[in-house]
């Protein structure tokens, strides 16, 4: 088996295709960042893209030189996944959402459309976030230069899932098997197994037994 490349996708030179990858109709995979000399992203050449076997980019995706993806991955019709950022197998990522730089993405986790996944952030396997979620890093909104050393992005544990229209602020923890509710706006750690809702998101109640990984 071999990739299939559509003739309007561009592939950038040293872009390293696994066996049976699909990069569909103007997608761009492999392209080096374009930064404003302002930019607090590190500025560099970076290695080739590598994609995983089996994964597919689909229309008007694009996926940055620096990162690696695992294999059987879905990046979804116009979703951006930027530079350095490591994408675990089984990985799907919807429709015009966007993983920018430096995030770790954990294997079977789900990234559905629109939802925003900040800059160093870390989600682990088997994560759920629904549509239109927003992740943030920096509770400084670029003032004052200790913000630089303080930028950071939420964690979010194995088998937690992150309810429609949620806000994840800076830094925050959500706990292993974790439930956000929607519209959540999460401002501190959350503990594992719980469910939170409101804004500031509080403690509802746990979670419920048969909705745990053990019992998938």
């Known amino acids: 088996m071999t990739a299939g490349v559509a003739p309007t996708a561009v592939v950038y030179a040293g872009t390293v295709i ?10 761009v995979v492999g392209k080096q960042p374009t930064l404003s000399p302002r930019s607090t992203t590190r500025q560099e ?7 995983g076997p089996g994964s597919i980019v689909s229309t008007g995706a694009i996926v940055f030189a620096g990162t690696r993806v695992g294999a059987r991955v879905i990046v979804g019709d116009q979703a951006c996944v930027r530079e350095r950022c490591e994408i675990g197998d089984d990985v799907v990522i919807g429709r015009g959402a966007l993983v920018e730089n430096d995030t770790t993405v954990g294997a079977l986790t789900k990234i559905q459309a ?32 200790k913000r630089h050393a303080l930028r950071k992005g939420p964690t979010i544990r194995r088998g937690a899932r992150i309810g429609a229209g949620a806000v994840l602020c800076p ?8 439930f956000v509710g929607a519209g959540a706006v999460v401002v501190k750690d959350v503990p594992p197994r ?5 804004n500031p998101a509080q403690v509802l109640r746990d979670v419920s037994p048969e909705e745990l990984l053990e019992h998938r």
């Open 45 to 51: 050449e970076l290695p080739p893209l590598e994609l």
């Open 114 to 145: 629109m939802a925003y996944i900040t800059a160093y952030s870390t989600l682990e396997d088997d994560v759920f976030v629904a549509p239109c979620v927003i992740t943030t890093n920096d509770n400084f909104m670029g003032r004052t230069a």
């Open 171 to 178: 830094a925050v923890e959500i706990g292993e098997e974790a």
């Open 194 to 198: 719980v469910v939170v809702v409101g």
């Open 18 to 27: 696994g066996d049976g990858c699909r990069i569909l109709d103007g997608a």
